[in-house]
């Protein structure tokens, strides 16, 4: 038995599922569990501008390999709208996470968590009443330590999970995710979600919906920590607008293909 296929639109090289958030949240709950790991992505604004870059390859590997990539940014779904004519669906990885919580996870489901601390395993067994939940806490810098990166690949092959939550930011979620997937052997579905679970549990204040909606998240962000911000919005983030205008005049036949394989 496979998963079923998703539709896809191309924004600027890379595939996005057309699945809005409940949509989405729907397709992860209902794949079989017992398939091969199998992980998702959530595309934003920064992520875009390193895969238009080239400047990391496994990154867009981990992208290339990567089941579904939901669309994260109200920035790239507003160049999508107005240069090329593209209505992305909104997916981020925290409204899928919540979504999924609310609408799919049950008590008994097996959930293994890369990333947080035991206040998060806390919050989340006593909000969702879970009683199989496994967190593993690597080290600062665990992507650049091999025997770091091979013991959160043995947590997850030794706790079979529905649902693998990676918590510990980008690009580090995606490519233990990806590695994951090449050793083989693990089930279930992974999502790199960020800080997505230390806001369904209050860890962490979210920008409330009327600046979601309006595109202003990264506003609130900036606000509330602009010296960790400002260079995510400004330098890391920004040029995705630039990228964005370029392929709309320079290379308007093309602006859709799908990247290749790194």
Same mark, same amino acid.
């Given at each position: 038995?496979? &998963?079923?296929?998703?539709?896809?639109?191309?924004?600027?090289?890379?595939?996005?599922?057309?699945?809005? $958030?409940?949509? &989405? &949240?729907?397709?992860?709950?209902a794949r079989d569990p017992a398939l091969p790991f199998a992980y998702v992505v959530t595309p934003n604004a920064q992520h875009m501008v390193i895969l238009d870059s080239g400047s990391d390859p496994a990154f867009a590997r981990a992208y290339d390999a990567a089941w579904l990539r939901l669309c994260d940014s109200q920035i790239m779904r507003? /160049?999508?709208?107005?240069?090329?004519?593209?209505? /992305?669906?909104h997916a $981020?990885?925290?409204?899928? $996470?919540?979504? /999924?919580?609310? &609408?799919h996870v049950r008590p008994d489901d097996a959930i293994t968590v890369i990333g947080g601390d035991d206040e998060l395993a806390a919050r989340l067994r006593r909000r969702y009443g879970l009683t199989r939940l496994a967190l593993h806490q690597p080290p600062m810098g665990f992507i650049k330590d091999p025997a770091a990166v091979e013991a959160c690949i043995r947590f997850v092959l030794d706790h079979p999970a529905r649902y693998v939550f990676f918590a510990v930011g980008a690009p580090r979620s995606e490519l233990l995710a990806h590695r994951i997937a090449e050793r083989g052997g693990a089930t279930g579905v992974g999502l790199c979600i960020g800080s997505s679970l230390h806001f369904l549990t209050g860890m962490?204040?979210?920008?409330?919906?009327?600046?979601?909606?309006?595109? /202003?998240?990264?506003?609130?962000?900036?606000?509330?920590?602009?010296?960790?911000?400002?260079?995510?919005?400004?330098?890391e983030s920004l040029p995705l607008v630039a990228i964005a205008v370029r392929a709309r005049l320079t290379d308007p036949a093309r602006r859709h293909q799908p990247r290749r394989p790194g």
């Amino acid at each position: 038995m496979t &998963a079923a296929p998703v539709a896809q639109d191309l924004f600027l090289g890379v595939e996005i599922a057309h699945l809005d $958030t409940v949509e &989405a &949240a729907a397709v992860i709950a209902a794949r079989d569990p017992a398939l091969p790991f199998a992980y998702v992505v959530t595309p934003n604004a920064q992520h875009m501008v390193i895969l238009d870059s080239g400047s990391d390859p496994a990154f867009a590997r981990a992208y290339d390999a990567a089941w579904l990539r939901l669309c994260d940014s109200q920035i790239m779904r507003i /160049l999508g709208r107005m240069l090329f004519d593209r209505d /992305l669906p909104h997916a $981020t990885g925290a409204d899928v $996470t919540a979504r /999924l919580f609310a &609408a799919h996870v049950r008590p008994d489901d097996a959930i293994t968590v890369i990333g947080g601390d035991d206040e998060l395993a806390a919050r989340l067994r006593r909000r969702y009443g879970l009683t199989r939940l496994a967190l593993h806490q690597p080290p600062m810098g665990f992507i650049k330590d091999p025997a770091a990166v091979e013991a959160c690949i043995r947590f997850v092959l030794d706790h079979p999970a529905r649902y693998v939550f990676f918590a510990v930011g980008a690009p580090r979620s995606e490519l233990l995710a990806h590695r994951i997937a090449e050793r083989g052997g693990a089930t279930g579905v992974g999502l790199c979600i960020g800080s997505s679970l230390h806001f369904l549990t209050g860890m962490v204040p979210r920008a409330p919906r009327w600046m979601r909606r309006s595109a /202003l998240e990264w506003l609130y962000r900036l606000v509330r920590d602009p010296r960790n911000h400002a260079r995510r919005v400004f330098v890391e983030s920004l040029p995705l607008v630039a990228i964005a205008v370029r392929a709309r005049l320079t290379d308007p036949a093309r602006r859709h293909q799908p990247r290749r394989p790194g």
